[in-house]
């Protein structure tokens, strides 16, 4: 998992990358508040706690750090699962035909003319 930090932004630390619930959606979590200075730009299987108000617990065995935030934002791109869950949409008859058409006039040099005389107008 990486850690970006940015200490001009509202989030100044955010975690991205895998977890083990979702292995196929990429996550960010976005702390409001100040990233530790130790934090390096890699984490391996990290997992974070809440452990008080405003209080979260990043462990990345054998270390662990303490981020003061007041709020933390969970993203999920979910996109994935989303276009697996909904069928894309059958193009329509005419539309096909048409491009079939067009593909088949472009294939042959008398059609490329025909084309090439309907974009002159």
Known sequence: MSCRRDPLSPLGLTLIGWTTDYPEEKV???????APDNLPGVLE???VDRIGV???????PPREWIVNAT????????????????????T??????????VLALAASHLGKR??????RR
């Open 114 to 119: 025909v084309l090439l005389s309907l974009r």
């Open 45 to 47: 299987d990290p997992t």
């Open 71 to 90: 709020a933390v934002h969970l993203h999920r791109q979910i996109a994935t699962a989303f276009y697996r869950a909904i069928p894309p949409r059958a």
């Open 54 to 60: 405003g209080l979260y617990r990043i462990s990345s």
């Open 28 to 34: 960010s979590l976005a702390f409001s508040g100040a």
């Open 92 to 101: 329509p008859w005419n539309k096909r035909l048409f491009w079939r058409l």
